[in-house]
C-alpha cells in the first residue's frame, strides 16, 4: 500500500505542483505502533542505515548518489532539503549497517564531508538528543549531545591508528575512500608505522555510478600507492560479499586490475 500512495503522491505532485502541498505525512498515531509509523516513515524518505547495504563510513555516498539524485529526478528544478539524517549509537544491525557510538560519529563525519562537496543541498542533522519513548533501541538512540567530539578527519584516523600501534596492531583496513579516507588512513598509518589494506566497495553491476565510484577509488589507490609507496600497502580489495554476487565482484576485480596494469 505504501508503495502505491507514494506513487499517487509523485503523480499529484508533478500534475499540481510544490505550492499545492504543505507536506506529506506518514501513518495513524491512534492506530498504529510508534514503531510501525516510524518504519514507513524511514520506507518513504530514506536513510542510510535503514538501507543496510551501506556502512556508516558511506552515510554521505548514499545521500548524495542515492537519495538526493531520486529527489531531483522527482522534483527537477526544485531545492533539496534532507530535513533528517544520522545514525543509531544503539541497537541491532541491519545487514552491513552497525549501530554503536563510533559508527553514529563517523556517519557524522562523513555526511558533513559530503555537504561540502554539495552546497545546493541542504542536510539537518538528525537529532540533538535521544528519545527514549521510542520503541526500539535504533529508533531511540539518534541523539548527539553529549556522547562524542566530531574532530577532524585527520585527528580521528591519527587517533586510530596510535590506539592500533598500541594495541599490537600492524596494519588498518579501510574500505571504501570517500572524502579522502584513504589519503587520511595511508599518513596515520605511515606516522604510525601501520600498514593499510585498502578497499574498493562498490555494489551492483559495473555501470553508471557504480563503475564511475570504482573509477574514483582506483585513482585515489594510484594517488595514495605514488605518495606512500607500495611497502605501506598490504594489498587491495575489490566489492562486498555480502551484498553483492560473486559474479559482480569478479567483474569488478578483473576491471581494476585492468585498470592498475595500464596506469
Given at each position: 500500500?505504501?508503495?502505491?500512495?507514494?506513487?499517487?503522491?509523485?503523480?499529484?505532485?508533478?500534475?499540481?505542483?510544490?505550492?499545492?502541498?504543505?507536506?506529506?505525512?506518514?501513518?495513524?498515531?491512534?492506530?498504529?505502533?510508534?514503531?510501525?509509523?516510524?518504519?514507513?516513515?524511514?520506507?518513504?524518505?530514506?536513510?542510510?542505515?535503514?538501507?543496510?547495504?551501506?556502512?556508516?563510513?558511506?552515510?554521505?555516498?548514499?545521500?548524495?548518489?542515492?537519495?538526493?539524485?531520486?529527489?531531483?529526478?522527482?522534483?527537477?528544478?526544485?531545492?533539496?532539503?534532507?530535513s533528517e539524517s544520522g545514525w543509531p549509537s544503539r541497537g541491532g544491525s541491519i545487514g552491513v549497517a552497525?549501530?554503536?557510538?563510533?559508527?553514529?560519529?563517523?556517519?557524522?563525519?562523513?555526511?558533513?564531508?559530503?555537504?561540502?562537496?554539495?552546497?545546493?543541498?541542504?542536510?539537518?542533522?538528525?537529532?540533538?538528543?535521544?528519545?527514549?519513548?521510542?520503541?526500539?533501541?535504533?529508533?531511540?538512540?539518534?541523539?548527539?549531545?553529549?556522547?562524542?567530539?566530531?574532530?577532524?578527519?585527520?585527528?580521528?584516523?591519527?587517533?586510530?591508528?596510535?590506539?592500533?600501534?598500541?594495541?599490537?596492531?600492524?596494519?588498518?583496513?579501510?574500505?571504501?575512500?570517500?572524502?579522502?579516507?584513504?589519503?587520511?588512513?595511508?599518513?596515520?598509518?605511515?606516522?604510525?608505522?601501520?600498514?593499510?589494506?585498502?578497499?574498493?566497495?562498490?555494489?551492483?553491476?559495473?555501470?553508471?555510478?557504480?563503475?564511475?565510484?570504482?573509477?574514483?577509488?582506483?585513482?585515489?589507490?594510484?594517488?595514495?600507492?605514488?605518495?606512500?609507496?607500495?611497502?605501506?600497502?598490504?594489498?587491495?580489495?575489490?566489492?562486498?560479499?555480502?551484498?553483492?554476487?560473486?559474479?559482480?565482484?569478479?567483474?569488478?576485480?578483473?576491471?581494476?586490475?585492468?585498470?592498475?596494469?595500464?596506469?
Amino acid at each position: 500500500m505504501a508503495s502505491n500512495d507514494v506513487q499517487t503522491f509523485r503523480t499529484a505532485y508533478a500534475k499540481y505542483g510544490a505550492g499545492r502541498f504543505v507536506g506529506l505525512t506518514i501513518g495513524n498515531e491512534v492506530n498504529d505502533s510508534v514503531g510501525n509509523i516510524m518504519a514507513k516513515v524511514y520506507d518513504v524518505r530514506g536513510i542510510a542505515f535503514y538501507d543496510g547495504g551501506r556502512t556508516s563510513g558511506q552515510a554521505g555516498d548514499f545521500v548524495f548518489k542515492t537519495v538526493v539524485p531520486a529527489l531531483k529526478a522527482a522534483c527537477p528544478g526544485k531545492k533539496v532539503i534532507i530535513s533528517e539524517s544520522g545514525w543509531p549509537s544503539r541497537g541491532g544491525s541491519i545487514g552491513v549497517a552497525a549501530a554503536s557510538v563510533a559508527d553514529e560519529r563517523n556517519a557524522l563525519l562523513n555526511l558533513s564531508c559530503a555537504c561540502r562537496d554539495d552546497t545546493s543541498v541542504s542536510v539537518y542533522a538528525f537529532e540533538y538528543d535521544d528519545q527514549l519513548w521510542k520503541a526500539n533501541d535504533n529508533e531511540r538512540s539518534f541523539g548527539i549531545a553529549g556522547k562524542f567530539n566530531l574532530l577532524d578527519k585527520s585527528q580521528q584516523w591519527n587517533s586510530l591508528a596510535a590506539d592500533a600501534k598500541k594495541s599490537g596492531y600492524k596494519s588498518l583496513r579501510i574500505t571504501g575512500f570517500d572524502c579522502d579516507a584513504l589519503s587520511l588512513a595511508s599518513s596515520a598509518a605511515a606516522a604510525n608505522g601501520l600498514m593499510v589494506l585498502a578497499g574498493i566497495y562498490a555494489s551492483g553491476d559495473t555501470i553508471g555510478a557504480s563503475i564511475q565510484q570504482i573509477d574514483n577509488d582506483v585513482q585515489a589507490f594510484r594517488d595514495a600507492y605514488a605518495k606512500y609507496g607500495a611497502d605501506r600497502y598490504v594489498g587491495l580489495t575489490i566489492g562486498n560479499e555480502v551484498n553483492d554476487s560473486p559474479e559482480n565482484i569478479m567483474s569488478k576485480v578483473n576491471d581494476v586490475r585492468g585498470m592498475l596494469m595500464n596506469a
